[in-house]
């Protein structure tokens, strides 16, 4: 796969006719089930995600599937085989559901297409926060409704939030996705290349938003995450030691369809030395806050990621050192 830049975000590009064919066929599909999904009413759309695109989508993504399920075996506290299955069960529901909400939201001109949950601690919260001046870091999972935290949070009472995403490989979807993110409110950003842009951002008084629970290979650094050490992004912790602005984690949990509940975590000054230990201090209390949601939440995050592929790779590598010792 080659890789190219698109007004700022780096693209994927399948090579071929047949990589054509299939960004489009994924393409066509997704803008189909978007006007179908906003032309129901509410309760259909909800039926349509839960009880025939997530089943398909179960049966269809049979890779990911097994990949969630060796990742819950992996967990702790989700042992039994019944618990794995329905938790993965509801993965592709929230997915579904995800992407149904989204959509609507995005594509409607009726803020109240979602209705918004914030409690007055959580209004607190974010109150106080923004009244530093200082900027914000924003830092959540692909848990719950990941996809509209930006736009809720905006809500909420944020300014714009410029978010940092890792673009789509389709860039047909990749261009829509993003036009109807921005729609929503948020400006998007690539990973590479856009620290000082986002320095500036902060700088400004600005909000920024990260997804910090994927694995960052060879660029993160080994935190504990859900028991097992993982390959986890410091970008956040960095920009917050150059920038000064605090880090707060976030999240949007499903309540039940099209009722999100935004809730915010303790915010997470940065310290005076900007030391390795400093920023392994900032990146363990950030996980540490999204793990405690995704523990108390397991159907609404996405296991079918390769959450602990680097921690994999350097435990094999060590088992290999050791034989040929």
Request: hydrophobic share 40%.
């Amino acid at each position: 796969m080659k890789w190219r830049e698109s007004d700022g975000v780096t693209v994927g590009k399948r090579r071929g006719l047949s990589g054509k064919i299939r960004n489009w066929s994924e393409y066509l599909v997704a803008r189909g089930l978007c006007r179908l999904s906003c032309a129901l009413p509410s309760s259909a759309a909800s039926a349509l995600a839960t009880c025939i695109a997530a089943p398909m989508a179960y049966q269809f993504f049979r890779g990911h599937r097994r990949r969630a399920l060796e990742n819950l075996r992996r967990v702790h506290g989700l042992d039994a085989a019944k618990n794995r299955e329905e938790v993965l069960s509801a993965v592709f529901r929230n997915l579904a559901l995800t992407a149904v909400e989204f959509f609507r939201f995005a594509t409607s001109d009726d803020p109240s297409a979602i209705h918004l949950m914030l409690s007055e601690s959580d209004c607190r919260r974010l109150s106080a926060a923004l009244a530093h001046h200082r900027g914000l870091i924003f830092v959540t999972a692909h848990l719950g409704n990941w996809e509209l935290l930006g736009a809720l949070a905006i809500q909420a009472g944020s300014p714009t939030v410029h978010s940092v995403v890792r673009p789509l490989d389709n860039p047909y979807l990749e261009s829509w996705v993003r036009s109807i993110r921005e729609r929503a409110g948020q400006q998007i950003y690539s990973k590479k290349g856009s620290f000082w842009q986002l320095s500036a951002v902060l700088q400004q008084g600005g909000c920024v938003g990260f997804l910090a629970d994927q694995d960052a290979r060879w660029r993160g650094i080994l935190i504990d995450f859900l028991g097992l050490p993982a390959s986890t992004t410091c970008a956040p912790a960095l920009l917050s030691l150059w920038s000064g602005a605090p880090i707060m984690p976030a999240c949007a949990l499903r309540k039940q369809p099209f009722e999100l509940s935004v809730q915010f975590g303790d915010l997470i000054w940065p310290g005076t030395r900007k030391s390795p230990a400093e920023v392994k201090r900032i990146t363990e209390t950030y996980t540490r806050s999204l793990e405690a949601w995704i523990r108390r939440n397991p159907d609404q995050w996405l296991w079918t990621h390769r959450r602990w592929k680097t921690s994999d790779v350097h435990r094999h590598e060590r088992q290999r050192a050791l034989l040929v010792k």
